[in-house]
């Protein structure tokens, strides 16, 4: 069993930018791929970035690329994501998710997942 926690999640102005990270209760970190989805209201959860087991190998949903960063510290159990030039879109709550896969881009490969966190991006 992984346990995840998300931290970082906030209010921020349209264009500005905010850093979340999960941390893992798992000391092999590094045998998971991870990724982060979101959800708004009314929405189904969707794909937003992912990593592979090494750190390489990142995946971006066409909405956040070129504007959200994921990486990860294998060291501290810990992967990040690093969102710039926020939107209101962007408005969701934000999850953290866990695979044993090498790299997963779809909900349902993904095994373990955090409670998440709410990014609110106002206009």
């Known amino acids: 069993q992984v346990h995840l926690v998300e931290i970082g999640g906030g209010l921020v102005q349209a264009g500005g930018s905010l850093s979340l990270s999960c941390a893992a209760s798992?000391?092999?970190?590094?045998?998971?791929?991870m990724g982060w989805f979101r959800q708004s209201p009314g929405k189904e959860r969707e794909f937003v970035a992912a990593i592979s087991r090494s750190g390489g190998i990142p995946s971006y949903a066409n909405s956040v690329k070129g504007r959200f960063t994921i990486f990860r510290d294998n060291a501290k159990n810990t992967v990040y994501l690093q969102m710039n030039s926020l939107r209101p879109e962007d408005t969701a709550v934000y999850y953290c998710?866990?695979?044993?896969?090498?790299?997963?881009?779809?909900?349902?490969?993904?095994?373990?997942w955090g409670q998440g966190t709410q990014v609110t991006v106002s206009s």
């Open positions: 798992e000391h092999t970190f590094s045998n998971y791929g």
């Open positions: 998710a866990a695979t044993r896969f090498d790299v997963a881009t779809i909900r349902r490969d993904y095994h373990y």
